[in-house]
C-alpha cells in the first residue's frame, strides 16, 4: 500500500517527538485540522475530500525537516518547480497527458528515472 501524506506527516513528527499541538502551534494551523491531516480524513462538511493548501504543506515541511516535493505528490499537488518548467514546453505537455495511461510499474519509473541526465550538485 502506498504512503499517504498523513503517514508521512505523521512519522516526520514522531522522529522530531513532537504533538500535534507542538507542531499545530509551530504552522500556526489548528490541532484537529493537523490530526484531520494525519489521519487522512480532511473532509469538507458536505463529506466532499479536499486537501492541504502548498502554504500548509510547505510549514509543515520547514518544521518537521520533510521533504516538500515529497509532500506535494502525496498530497495530489504537482510541484510548482516542475509546473513552472513544463508550462511551456509542449513535449513536457504530451508527457504529462501521457503518463496517467500508461500504468506504469515501480520498475518502468525506475526506467524512466534512469534515463534523466545527471547533474553535477
Known amino acids: 500500500m502506498p504512503q499517504s501524506l498523513g503517514s508521512y506527516i505523521n512519522g516526520l513528527r ?4 513532537l504533538t500535534l499541538r507542538d507542531v499545530a502551534k509551530k504552522v500556526d494551523m489548528d490541532f484537529t485540522y493537523l ?3 494525519e489521519n487522512d480524513k480532511l ?8 486537501s492541504v493548501s502548498l502554504d500548509n504543506l510547505e510549514k509543515l515541511a520547514r518544521v518537521l525537516d520533510g521533504d516538500l516535493p515529497t509532500m ?4 495530489r499537488k504537482m510541484p510548482q518547480h516542475v509546473m513552472d518548467d513544463a508550462a511551456n514546453k509542449e513535449k513536457a ?16 519509473w525506475e526506467e524512466l528515472f534512469d534515463l534523466l541526465p545527471k547533474k553535477n550538485p
Open 35 to 37: 490530526s484531520k491531516i
Open 43 to 50: 473532509l469538507s462538511p458536505d463529506g466532499k475530500e479536499y
Open 72 to 75: 506535494q505528490i502525496l498530497a
Open 93 to 108: 505537455m504530451e508527457f504529462f497527458r501521457a503518463i496517467p495511461k500508461q500504468g506504469l510499474t515501480e520498475k518502468q
Open 14 to 17: 514522531q522522529k522530531k517527538d
